[in-house]
């Protein structure tokens, strides 16, 4: 009995929230990882683009709201994401139009490009403050458990209770559905092979008559999508405020990187892993641990590796050690 409490909370503490935390950071690192293998640049505005499309649905989840229209049990946000999605790629692309076309036609080194991407950074850190301001917003609606800790101690007997909150399912649930979507895409249809052999070679890719325009451009819608999607789960399932996203852009280009820079599939393993690894050093293991040790044994201390105030020093942590021993990530893609 003692093992199946362990093992709940275990389940509770660890496994759900690393889960859908790492589906939130995979589906960030896809961003990322597409603008880098397809445009050749890191884009370290991409945290702040998740923050903007964020911000966007927000709002729109407020309008709905205001005017009595929900999804019941489900959040109104999911009806908010189309639109959210929409402001945020005329965004992305009014922003390659200005800035980035520019010194992709001069064929600029990418150090510079990265350089750039840092200065956008800053202005849609500005513009989501000037939209929405500064502090948290909680925009949440509907049931907020698909199961709670009473409801399943009640159902099995046992002393710990195993709670799945909506954000929670829902965030794993859509990961799993936008990640089939985009490899549908990018391997069955005919843009997706575009773009795929635009990054593999782009050169071959204009002898064959591929537009890159035309790649670019749908390259930052899916990348308006990743990123509106995936900063709306994180803002549902903690809460909105606008430097956390700026935060954020650490992990998860360490999950791009340590899955492999430039590769989809390592991308969402990388997420994972960073998830996992910070959830699991920032527990406090003594629950866990008295339920799996004698009585003589159980720990006094909190038995907790690095406090959570410390977490993504775990994603640096881990960063270094890939770059320094395998700079081409777990699933080989480009080396910085």
């Known amino acids: 009995m003692d093992f199946l409490n362990a093992l709940v909370a275990l389940t509770n503490f660890v496994i759900i929230p690393a889960a859908a935390y790492g589906s939130q950071l995979a589906l960030g690192a896809l961003g990322v990882t597409l603008v880098y293998g397809v445009l050749r640049f890191s ?66 080194v990418p150090v510079i490009v990265v350089i750039v991407s840092t200065g956008v950074m800053f202005l849609y850190n500005g513009l ?23 409801d399943f101690r009640e159902m099995t007997g046992l002393r710990e209770g195993l709670a799945l909150k909506t954000t929670q399912g829902l965030t794993i649930v859509v990961a799993v559905l ?74 998860i280009f360490a999950s791009a990187i340590v899955g492999g820079l430039g ?4 991308a969402i393993a990388g997420g994972f892993v960073i998830a996992f690894s910070e959830v699991t050093v920032t527990y406090v293991w003594k629950k866990v641990l008295g339920y799996m040790l004698p009585e003589a044994l159980e720990p006094s201390g909190l038995v907790q590796l690095m406090g959570t105030d410390y977490k993504f020093a775990v994603s640096f942590a881990i960063l270094v050690i890939v770059l320094l021993f395998k700079p081409t990530g777990l699933f080989k893609g480009q080396s910085l």
């Open 263 to 266: 590769s989809p599939l390592g």
């Open 128 to 150: 989501v403050r000037f939209i929405i301001g500064v502090d948290d917003q909680v925009f949440t609606d509907g049931s907020r458990f698909i199961i709670s800790a009473r």
């Open 178 to 251: 936008v990640v089939a979507v985009l490899f549908w895409f990018l391997n069955r249809t005919r843009t997706g092979k575009s773009m795929r052999a635009f990054s593999d070679n782009e050169d071959l890719a204009l002898l064959s008559g591929i537009n890159p325009e035309r790649v670019v451009i749908v390259t930052w819608l899916i990348v308006a999508a990743l990123a509106t999607i995936a900063g709306t789960l994180y803002g549902l399932d903690k809460s909105f405020k606008p430097f956390t996203y700026f935060q954020l852009l650490l992990p």
């Open 43 to 108: 884009n370290f505005a991409h945290g702040d683009t998740m923050a903007f499309g964020t911000a966007i649905t927000i709002l729109f989840t407020w309008w709905f709201q205001s005017m009595g229209i929900g999804l019941g049990p489900l959040p109104t946000a999911l009806l908010a994401l189309p639109f959210g999605i929409a402001v945020t790629a005329l965004l992305l692309i009014g922003t390659d139009r200005v800035v980035y076309r520019f010194y992709r036609k001069q064929r600029a």
